[in-house]
DNA sequence: CCAAGGCAAGAGCAGTGCTCTCGTTATTGG
DNA sequence: CCAATAACGAGAGCACTGCTCTTGCCTTGG
């Protein structure tokens, strides 16, 4: 069924797959800027004007690899996730998502900075990314769902000018927690986006040596500040104390 | 002595900085991808190969714009906290810079973008842009460094795997503040501007509304993490517990 | 006053994104 | 099964880019 027309269908599929695999190898090579057109042509064979049947434009080439991008520092997240065994504490969880997330950082320079750095020209992101951009974000959520689960998760309360905003991300985002959690949350997602692109970018050069050390102590940090307390993951009395 | 030879040397000042402003205008418009030296030569009424007598390459003349960049949210960051009326609390003084720092991004964002977004392409910052580049930094360190002369700074220890780290960066950085301190500094520093990123980047949109709320609380959460608390800032006592 | 050097101008090279046209080739409807 | 149709690759070409080199002008220092 899909080889009746599947063999034109077929080829243009590899054909397109080849061309985001030429031009991911270019962007890990050389950075976005240096991304061209001609040159993946060039590499795959074939003249530039036939690549445009293929991508309209650049900038739609440099939005696939954008997705992919997401997709892929978002699944480095869920599979880190997945691998912490059920009865983990939940600091150990968290962290688990910030490591998975600088280690594809520092693995993928130039993707990440293509999402995570500064947007492209006068590039607006299209819908298709908003799914795949939010992966890292629920992943970091769910952790924080389990928590509350099972121990539940103390943050200190919203100033009063907050509280409705809390309210409405609270219900987009994760309607099961409570919002003064759900606007932590927010926060040291960017945060933690924050560590990472200082190391990444070169502004720790000179400053922090010892980055994984101290990405661990900060994202630790960060667990805290979202709620997450050491101790049993899932004990049913939320009273403990481990001060 | 600079006025001596200046006649010649001040056409070349002025040319200079008609480059740069020129530059700049067109940074501002369309970002740092479409900066073009021919259209600075050509809006400026000169043709592309003269302005290589003021800039070797396109990089520099963005090198330029960087430092320039760097010294602007500096300098916005340092006026903010002079502005601070001295007796102010301690967590005040800190989301004035904070906020500062934002409203400067916010005001130029594609400068921002320059400096504390990707890297452009193949570029590594020179040794020029490493003073300018600390200025922010600098004014949230003395922002902790007055509340520490005041009534202390309370923050976690360290795990051990980061306290021979902290001690290096602490005599680098701030050596009258307990390392602790500087280490909970260093990551609201690289924070806060994951915060301002977040926004300015486009990966709150969608998610916050309400911008200058959220970050002001979170700005004011950054604060309490470093170890600034409430209440007056000079105070000797530092018994006071605010839990 | 005159040589020397800084300077603008222009041509030119190699590269880019993108468009258009032109045969060819594969798919599909009659 | 064959013809109409759509997709495709190739090539030329446009407007633009960063950058280099050469050629003269013109201010400046001796």
New binding site residues.
């Given amino acids: 069924m899909s080889t ?2 599947g ?2 269908e077929r080829a ?1 599929a590899e ?1 397109t797959a080849a061309i985001k695999d030429e031009a991911r190898r270019q962007l890990a090579a050389e950075g976005a800027a240096k ?5 993946v042509a060039r590499e795959l064979g ?5 690549l ?2 293929y991508f309209p ?3 739609d080439l440099l939005t696939a690899l954008i997705v992919d991008a997401y997709d892929a520092v978002g699944a480095a997240a869920e599979t880190a996730l997945a691998r912490q065994p059920a009865h983990a504490p939940q600091p150990a969880r968290w962290t688990a998502v910030c490591r998975a997330v600088r280690t594809w950082a520092l693995a993928h320079p130039h993707e990440y900075a293509l999402i995570y750095g500064s947007p492209v020209p006068g590039y607006t992101a299209p819908m298709a990314t908003v799914g795949p951009a939010s992966r890292v974000g629920r992943a970091l959520v769910s952790v924080a769902r389990d928590a509350h689960r099972g121990n539940g998760l103390a943050v200190p309360p919203l100033p009063a000018a907050l509280s409705d905003e809390a309210r409405r991300i609270t219900e987009d985002v994760a309607p099961d927690l409570p919002p003064p959690v759900v606007a932590a949350l927010v926060a040291a997602w960017s945060q933690l986006f924050g560590l990472v692109s200082f190391e990444l970018f070169g502004q720790f050069n000179r400053v922090v040596e010892e980055r994984e050390a101290f990405f661990d102590h900060a994202a630790t940090t960060l667990a805290h500040a979202v709620g997450l307390i050491d101790g049993r993951p899932a004990g049913p009395a939320p009273g403990g104390d481990s001060t």
Same sequence: chains 1, 2.
Wanted: aromatic residues 4%; positive net charge; glycine residues 0%.
């Fill in positions: 009746t027309r063999a034109r243009r054909v991304l061209s057109l001609r040159a074939m003249v530039s004007s036939a445009y049947r434009s650049r900038d």
